[in-house]
């Protein structure tokens, strides 16, 4: 069965610092990969979504992520973390052996964001 | 891109009661589906909500438990029936436009907490 692995389930960082936050999938063949984050009492929405046409992806926010299909990996980066960057972050994967029907999140990485 | 409100946005439950969840999509829609969110976890997909049509159920739901409506393509209901405090949780309603493999849309949540 697919699934999505994110690893640290709580990250913290300064103010102006780097973000990277760890996602790795497992699949047979390259599925489509996608970013969301919930903000406090908020339904989740879209950071950047992969889907094959390039393999660094820019979302919103100043967020960026590459997928590495040698590592299985889909890691989320921000050159400089801002206060409001603090929120829950999933990983996703469209699930290929349901056609992408199916979304399939991982256990979600809380960023702090200190000042 | 679509706009989905879900009602209520929370509400506290007796033991054994029932409650249903509206989600109203501000467009057509071709995939609508139900999400489980626990405290401090990943969501869970409890159903896809097929228009005019029984819901199909994830490993673990059942309909009697989770009985879901989609009367048209930009609305659907989830009931929670009998419930019981495991019941707490958040409920998603998402959404998705087009192809299988795009992005989902959410919906606030319904935060429902059982006593």
């Known amino acids: 069965a697919q699934s999505v692995t994110q690893l640290g389930s709580h990250v913290s960082v300064s103010e102006g610092a780097l973000v990277l936050l760890r996602c790795n999938y497992s699949?047979?063949?390259?599925?489509?990969l996608f970013w969301y984050v919930q903000y406090p009492n908020q339904g989740l929405q879209l950071l950047l979504k992969?889907?094959?046409?390039?393999?660094l992806v820019k979302g919103i926010n100043g967020f960026e992520a590459e997928f590495k299909k040698s590592e299985t990996s889909f890691h989320l980066t921000k050159p400089s973390a801002h206060m409001s960057d603090a929120a829950e972050y999933f990983c996703?994967?469209?699930?290929?052996?349901?056609?992408?029907?199916?979304?399939?999140f991982g256990a979600g990485t809380r960023l702090f964001v200190k000042a | 891109s679509a706009v989905i409100s879900q009602k209520p946005s929370r509400d506290i439950c007796q033991r054994g009661t029932s409650l249903t969840i509206q989600c109203q999509v501000d467009?057509?829609?071709?995939?609508m589906f139900w999400y489980r969110q626990q405290p401090g976890q990943s969501l869970t997909l409890i159903a896809t909500?097929?228009?005019?049509?029984?819901?199909?159920?994830e490993s673990g739901f059942v309909i009697d438990k989770f009985p879901i409506s989609r009367p048209n393509l930009t609305f659907s209901t989830l009931t929670v029936s009998n419930m019981s405090p495991e019941d707490s949780s958040i409920y998603l309603c998402?959404?998705?436009?087009?192809?299988?493999?795009?992005?989902?849309?959410f919906g606030e949540g319904s935060r429902l907490t059982v006593l």
């Open positions: 699949s047979s063949v390259p599925p489509y």
């Open positions: 998402s959404a998705r436009q087009g192809a299988n493999t795009g992005e989902l849309f």
């Open positions: 909500a097929n228009q005019g049509s029984e819901a199909t159920y």
């Open positions: 996703a994967v469209s699930d290929p052996d349901t056609g992408g029907f199916k979304t399939i």
């Open positions: 992969y889907t094959s046409a390039a393999t």
């Open positions: 467009s057509q829609v071709t995939m």
